[in-house]
């Protein structure tokens, strides 16, 4: 089947969720890189975008930079993904003053948007897309949005919630499975 013919792979999709996430290794500065991998046992959201100086993708890195506080609360990593290279994302995060890291998919040129369903080819830029990314790798939720518009952090703090509550219900049966123990007045356990 071609990319034509599945909907799900077309040229205007991403990665659906439910595929594993492409593993990835990129630069933030010229000696500091980030392993997809680095992130395992937490949610990663990746916010693929065109360019750092665009008008858009300023604004949409700079309210996700001014909502780190609340990716903290899900334990979530938050990282941005673009064609640009380490030292435009460094001049880019120092005028943003942006606090997560901005990392280069530059050489290949877009290697790893292509991976995701991310890069537009006629333009030579990452398109603007959104991953949820669980701690064991796997895409719970994806999002293309069109190139101009910014699609603020709604579904990605949907997902996260979806993701956190799935999380605490496993931990809720696990821990009802388990026996307990009971401390008894000479500081010894017994089981109930």
Not at 91 to 104: K, S
Not at 175 to 189: A, K
């Amino acid at each position: 089947m071609t990319a034509e013919q599945d909907p799900g792979q077309g040229p205007d999709s991403v990665i659906p969720a439910g595929s594993l996430a492409p593993a990835f290794t990129l630069n933030s500065t010229p000696d500091k890189s980030y392993s997809l991998a680095d992130f395992k046992g937490k949610p990663v959201v990746l916010a693929f975008y065109p360019a750092d100086w665009s008008p858009v993708c300023g604004d949409q890195m700079a309210l996700y930079n001014e909502m780190l506080e609340d990716f903290a609360e899900y334990d979530a990593q938050l990282l941005g993904i673009s064609v640009d290279g380490v030292w435009c994302h460094k001049a880019f995060a120092e005028n943003r003053n942006i606090h997560f890291p901005l990392l280069a998919d530059f050489e290949p040129k877009g290697e790893v948007s292509r991976q995701y369903g991310a890069y537009d080819t006629q333009g030579g830029i990452s398109k603007r897309a959104l991953f949820v990314v669980d701690g064991n790798g796997v895409v719970r939720w994806s999002y293309l949005s069109p190139i101009d518009v910014n699609p603020g952090a709604d579904g990605i703090f949907a997902a996260l919630e979806e993701l956190s509550a799935g999380k605490n219900a496993t931990q809720d049966a696990q821990s009802r499975t388990q026996p307990r123990r009971e401390q008894t007045s000479e500081g010894e356990m017994t089981a109930p």
